[in-house]
């Protein structure tokens, strides 16, 4: 019997240690393409459009109960430096406090402005964010539509730097901008998850792009062509990542991502660890969800190479708390049977994985942290700790989310909650 566990142990490290190896190939991409990507994204945001040649632009701002936040995200809205007559903006107000009135009293003094702003309220929660932006949708024939969670701020310049991919070719789907954080230093959990986010939003999202990889919709911050959207079939609610789901559909028929890491939008991170840990069951759960209902149909569009490394880094991410759980639990049957409390073989197998998977994040940590330009040190060390604490404390929730998932389990749309300040 200990020497099934231990093989069994063994078995699953291996496989935890495989799921590291893609990781490796966005560090190679990375380093390899980083200079000459960010100086095409350069010359492609430097040259700036004429007025008289920008398109109407419908900007959505889907809220649920956001009533601390919702005023600075409309007036952020309607600074975008861009034509009055060509920028309409929706608030999709689904709340059942006083969000909507808080929005109207922000609106009425911007319209007065000569800004184009209406709130908007369906009675329900039907499809909820998806639901939401679509009903919004129907109400507009705008090319081009842009969206905001509720407690961001973009800059005047955002709307200006995103666009620009789509001038310059009509095959891009769908512009994602790099999210940045608004209250990074209000406590250790926040500068975990910044630290965290940033190794996702500012290495591995460009280096997906750079080497030609499906990218992702992150819900906000981003800018959409209205055709590709309506060639992917709309916005859907069966998952609760309508955003992953809607940019692997477009991906599908043939448009294409742009990701935009010189241009950003900062939000508010939950300072909360209730908050964070609903937040991440839904990111964990809805990916799961989009990955299963959609991937299947992108993968044909794919390259051999790219094909594999997509697959590798979608079941990596999502089976390796469950490979974690599993080899531990095979490691531990393995000394019971054995009657043994040490190992040389078993920790030696232990502290390789580990540090396969520990690299490879400490190497995206630091790109990351090059690109945006930190050089700070101090604090790094407790940072990292931090968010590898943070983080494998959320391995059993990752796991029932990802089970979930498998499930088909349905699950409501819990929105984060947001201080505001």
Known sequence: MSGFFFGAMLALLGLAALAALPHYALIAAFLLRRRMALAAERALLAARTPDAELPLVLLQIPTHNEPRVIARIVEAAAALDWPRDRLAIQ????????????????????????????????????????????????????????????????????????????????????????????????????????????????????????????????GTCGLWRRQAIDDAGGWSGDTIAEDLDVSYRAQACGWRAAYLVTVSAPGELPAEWRAWKAQQYRWTKGTAEATLKTLRRLLPRLAPRRRALLVALALGDALLPILAALAAAAGLGHLAASGRLYDPVLTAAIWATIGLHAAARIAGVLLSRSLLGDTRRAGLLGDLGGALVFEVSLAAERIRATASAVAGRRSGFVRTEKRGG
């Open 91 to 218: 608030v999709l107000d689904d709340s059942t406090d006083d969000t909507g009135a808080r929005a109207e009293a922000a609106a009425a003094g911007l319209r007065a402005a000569g800004a184009r702003i209406e709130v908007l309220r369906r009675g329900n929660r039907e499809g909820f964010k998806a639901g939401a932006l679509k009903a919004g949708l129907a109400r507009s024939d705008a090319p081009y539509v842009a969206m905001f969670d509720a407690d961001y701020v973009p800059p005047p310049d955002w709307l200006r730097g995103a666009y620009a991919p789509m001038r310059a070719d009509g095959r891009v789907g769908f512009v994602q901008t790099r999210i940045a954080h608004l209250n990074r230093d209000a406590n250790a959990l926040t500068r975990a998850q910044a630290l965290v986010l940033d190794l996702h939003y500012a290495f591995e999202q460009p280096a997906r792009d750079w080497i030609g990889l499906p990218n992702r919709f992150n």
